[in-house]
């Protein structure tokens, strides 16, 4: 969910993945991504501003887009990570 429009806070974007394991959250200073059962943060990255995190499954692949406010994270580009 695109909460950038809505709030104009530092958080971005948050999601869940496809089966509910993991919370996803998009923000102006990067990326975190949360376990859910036991809630606790899984990973994070200082990367500047990313507009859409979406993780597959319960992987490490992770697709990420930037929100605009730097030139190498532009909203145009889709960059696929892996948390490993």
Do not use: W
Request: some cysteine; hydrophobic content about 35%; charged content about 15%.
């Amino acid at each position: 969910m695109n909460v950038h429009d809505k709030t104009g806070g530092p958080v971005l974007f948050v999601n869940f993945n496809q089966d509910s394991t993991c919370l996803s959250v998009g923000t102006r200073t990067g990326y975190k991504i949360y376990n859910c059962d036991p809630f606790g943060r899984f990973y994070s990255k200082p990367d500047g501003g990313i507009g859409i995190v979406e993780m597959l499954f319960c992987t490490s692949l992770v697709a990420l887009v930037g929100a605009g406010e730097q030139p190498a994270l532009s909203p145009r580009r889709l960059q696929i990570t892996n948390t490993k």
